[in-house]
């Protein structure tokens, strides 16, 4: 567990040995001695079964990035482990933005050079097909007249799929309720997918909410006197 910790943190040579004192008939002492040894560079990045996207497009959106000649001053160049499961979510992100709903983006495959001095990251890429967007509806609205919430979707029928542009349409719908005091409007996307036509139906359902006014304001800070 502590040499997968360790590595995790872009430390790949790390040792760790446990020795153990016996301090009396029914107890030992546990010291586990640790050798960090340096930080392993991240030499190459890799991609299978990218055929739409590009690995330059991919890479754009990583934060994981590969070493090079100003690595000691941007810190890059370094594999972790909780940055590259981010990654991954931002690779998703991007595909579900172009149409590619059922992208599968596999676990890091990490490999150490021969010489133990690099590393090399390998993402496997499952891209499924293109999806466009077909019926979009929107329910369970009585405050706002259609015209008003259509007008704030600019996800369109018979457009790619955007998921990225299908969270500001939601956003756009709530910060309407928001202006009007329904502090808890929410909206749930309802997606109905045709394998056949290759669309992505999608449904808005509102909860509008309780209309919600202002309370007591108070106002801290304010210590220094007045003059008049």
Avoid: C
Wanted: negative net charge.
């Amino acid at each position: 567990s502590i040499v997968s910790y360790y590595q995790s943190e872009g430390y790949w040579l790390t040792s760790v040995v446990p020795i153990i004192r016996d301090i009396s008939k029914d107890a030992v002492a546990v010291t586990f001695q640790i050798e960090e040894g340096p930080e392993v560079d991240l030499d190459e990045i890799t991609f299978e079964g990218n055929e739409k996207l590009s690995d330059d497009d991919i890479k754009k959106v990583m934060q994981t990035k590969e070493w090079w000649l100003f690595s000691f001053l941007t810190g890059s160049g370094v594999y972790r482990e909780d940055m590259i499961m981010q990654d991954i979510l931002r690779i998703k992100e991007l595909y579900q933005s172009k149409g590619y709903i059922y992208i599968v983006v596999s676990e890091p495959q990490v490999t150490l050079s021969p010489d133990r001095e690099d590393l090399y990251v390998k993402l496997i890429i499952s891209e499924g097909d293109q999806y466009s967007i077909g019926e979009l509806s929107i329910e369970g609205h009585t405050i706002f007249d259609d015209s008003a919430l259509y007008n704030s979707v600019k996800s369109t029928p018979g457009e790619i799929f955007n998921r990225t542009e299908l969270k500001n349409d939601i956003d756009r719908i709530i910060d309407l309720y928001m202006d009007k005091g329904y502090a808890r409007a929410d909206v749930n996307p309802i997606m109905n997918i045709n394998e056949e036509d290759k669309t992505a139906g999608i449904k808005l359902s509102i909860t509008e909410g309780a209309l919600f006014h202002i309370g007591r304001i108070d106002i801290t800070g304010n210590i220094k006197p007045q003059l008049f």
